[in-house]
């Protein structure tokens, strides 16, 4: 079955209740159990069955087994929010003391959760490029964990996952990625080697821009120590499965962060045009990006431009395709400020894999808490700006940007 086909027909699809094309929103709190002992059975994680939302939910269910199916993982787990989904991977795995070598051209909601985790103990060092040269480096006895997103938003540095999770089993630490970007219709990074997988479905994954979640993918690939992975340690009777396990059964359910039903079902429904929309979405920004690479004084970001140095890694990876994010550099701040003002079409708001395109100046907005050498490390300047391109005409889109462009050279 290839992708389109699996988005519609996958296994999982099959176990939807009543035969149902999508699955029913199953909007309620908690479930009713016939005696006290199937209960027990239940709680104990003795018996599959549903008992409370918080800890297990018939429609997030049906939404993580189509994640899991999609991503090829033995286990997702459904989140309020990508944030938490990225929080809850990290603090299943990690303790005071360890250290996580992460790139550094991150989301920055995810660079502001590290300088959190500082609090509990647990250092991310940063490198400018997550490639097994310059991590290399930085690998002592408390590295845990290696961290990237696999196009980074907004940096937009490809990585290669396969070149990288050798390195990281060489040394025997497992390789966490944001796949928020790529979607697993770009590429399925488990199948490359990485282990974890999280995802912000807020974007690409529910498309349609309605509703907040995360997902964490566990490809059960990882032989952990548990000497080394202290956090896992109750969990060692389990062996690769223990990550999982302890997710599900305690970090997950211990610290609340649940994805509603509704949200699960709109995901669900959103995620079944997937490969359509990111076939339209990819072809969109590709063609933007050389439009305005055409254009005196704009410096286009975009993983196929020629002189990208991603371009070969991201061809090969993504067979072909690019991605729906590009970013431009328009010359000064105040430039950048005018041609977002004078948009037409294209939406000024803080999200990426919506159906619309949207622009943001990341500097003022996503990247305020980041100092200087931070947001440059990220891609970030004074006069960037983000572009998550929809599902518009092309042409349409150009001609919007062009002349904001045109405008913004020539203020009156
Ligand atoms: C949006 C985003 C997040 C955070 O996801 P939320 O659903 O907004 O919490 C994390 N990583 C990347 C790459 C994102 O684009």
Redesign the pocket.
């Known amino acids: 079955m290839k992708f389109n086909t699996m988005l519609l027909h996958g296994a999982s699809v099959k176990q939807y209740p009543y035969n149902a094309t999508i699955p029913p929103i199953s909007q309620v709190t908690a479930f009713r159990f016939d005696s006290a002992e199937e209960q027990e059975k239940v709680f104990a994680h003795k018996a599959s069955g549903y008992a409370y939302t918080r800890v297990g939910n018939p429609t997030v269910a049906a939404f993580e087994q189509r994640i899991n199916e999609l991503e090829g993982g033995n286990a997702a787990i459904a989140c309020s ?4 989904a ?1 929080t809850l991977a990290m603090l299943n795995m990690l303790s005071s003391g360890d250290e996580v070598i992460a790139g550094s051209g ?2 920055g ?2 660079i502001d959760l590290f300088r959190d985790l500082e609090n509990f103990g647990i250092q991310v060092r940063y490198v400018r490029h997550v490639s097994p040269a310059e991590i290399e480096p930085l690998i002592s006895d408390r590295t845990k964990l290696i961290y990237s ?1 696999v196009i980074g ?1 907004p940096g937009l540095d490809v990585l290669d996952i396969r070149a990288v999770s050798d390195l990281a089993h060489a040394r025997e630490i497992p390789l966490m990625v ?1 796949a ?2 790529a979607t697993p219709y770009l590429v399925r990074p488990l199948k490359l080697g990485a282990d974890i997988v999280v995802h ?4 690409y994954i529910n498309g349609g821009g309605n509703s ?3 997902v964490i993918v566990d490809g059960a690939s990882f032989r952990w120590d548990f000497e080394r992975y202290r956090a896992l340690r109750d969990f060692s009777r389990y062996g690769p499965l223990a990550y999982t396990i302890r997710l599900r059964t305690d970090t997950w359910e211990n610290m609340g962060s649940c994805l509603s039903p509704f949200n699960a079902f709109m995901n669900i429904t959103g995620l079944e045009t997937l490969g359509l929309r990111m076939d339209r979405i990819c072809s969109n920004a590709e063609k933007i990006a050389a439009a305005l690479s055409e254009l005196p004084g704009i410096t286009v970001n975009y993983p196929l431009l020629p002189e990208n140095p991603y371009r070969e890694l991201a061809l090969r990876q993504f067979e072909g395709r690019g991605g729906g994010i590009l970013t431009f550099r328009a010359g000064s701040r105040e430039k950048a400020f005018r041609i977002l003002n004078h948009l037409q079409y294209i939406v000024k708001a803080s999200n ?1 894999g919506d159906i619309r395109t949207l622009a943001i100046h990341p500097a003022s907005t996503l990247y305020r808490n980041s100092d200087e050498e931070r947001r440059v490390a990220a891609g970030v300047y004074e006069d960037t700006i983000r572009i998550s391109t929809g599902i518009e005409d092309a042409e349409d889109l150009i001609e919007d940007l062009t002349d904001a462009i045109e405008a913004a050279d020539n203020p009156d």
């Open positions: 929010s990508g944030m938490s990225i991150l989301y909601g995810t997103e938003n944001d928020t970007t912000s479905s807020s974007k907040v979640s995360g990426i």
